[in-house]
């Protein structure tokens, strides 16, 4: 994973070099595209916004919210997205919003409820956040919003399952709307299959600080950049970098 991610970040170089080529040779060329990321500590912790912006010629702003509603937390429940989002978007033009949000609802379930019961929770929380998707995407026509399915976790079986099921339940939604082209569904296609590859990623479990779910491998903040950027490329349909 960590040599893989070497040379697709080199890759991104190159494809920075290109477009900063092309801007020299076009006086007319637009402003670097803008972007909010909306995230959990996941992304405050693992996405190097700095290493992200070069690579991609992108601006991108993080936005902390880790919940989707204040009731949604246990903790800072002032950083959410139902509040914070709107203001975000008053204070600046962005032609992009990435929301990763979602996931501290799932850690946050008491999870010895019965299924069928913890699985209507979770479908509800995803309502609620493509509910406000569907409103920004309203009030801001020019606006892209990306709602990203959860990352693997290792942490419990039955939360990855829930995670899952939320993935399923934002389709469902998406699809239900005529699959709108200003909503957005995608992934940051982390894979994490074989031993190495989770302990690279996830850091060893039982090691320091590794519990399943921040990516707290020697490889984990690169891999998160990395594919972040890989996204980014995606949205913004540029060229020239592997998939």
């Not at 920004?136 to 995670?163: C, E």
Request: charged share 30%; glycine share 8%.
């Amino acid at each position: 994973v960590d040599n893989q991610a070497d040379l697709i970040i080199d890759s991104l170089k190159v494809n920075r070099k290109i477009d900063d080529l092309m801007k020299t040779n076009n006086p007319n060329a637009a402003e670097e595209p803008s972007i909010l990321w909306v995230g959990t500590s996941l992304s405050n912790e693992h996405l190097n916004n700095s290493i992200l912006q070069e690579n991609t010629n992108t601006k991108v702003n993080k936005l902390k919210a880790f919940t989707i509603s204040g009731g949604d937390g246990r903790r800072n429940k002032s950083l959410n997205i139902e509040d914070l989002v709107p203001k975000a978007l008053a204070d600046k033009k962005y032609d992009l919003i990435v929301i990763e949000s979602g996931v501290n609802e799932i850690s946050n379930m008491d999870i010895r409820k019965e299924g069928h019961v913890l699985r209507e929770e979770v479908r509800n929380k995803m309502e609620k956040l493509f509910l406000l998707a569907v409103k920004y995407s309203t009030d801001f026509p020019d606006l892209k919003v990306v709602l990203l399915n959860r990352l693997p976790r290792l942490d419990s079986t039955l939360r990855a399952d829930l995670g899952r099921e939320a993935d399923k339940a934002m389709a469902k939604l998406w699809e239900g709307c005529g699959g709108p082209d200003n909503i957005i569904l995608e992934s940051l296609n982390l894979q994490v299959d074989s031993p190495r590859e989770k302990e690279e990623v996830f850091g060893r479990q039982g090691g320091k600080g590794a519990h399943g779910i921040h990516l707290r491998g020697p490889a984990g903040a690169k891999e998160f950049t990395y594919r972040a950027g890989c996204l980014l490329q995606r949205l913004l349909k540029r060229k020239g970098l592997p998939e």
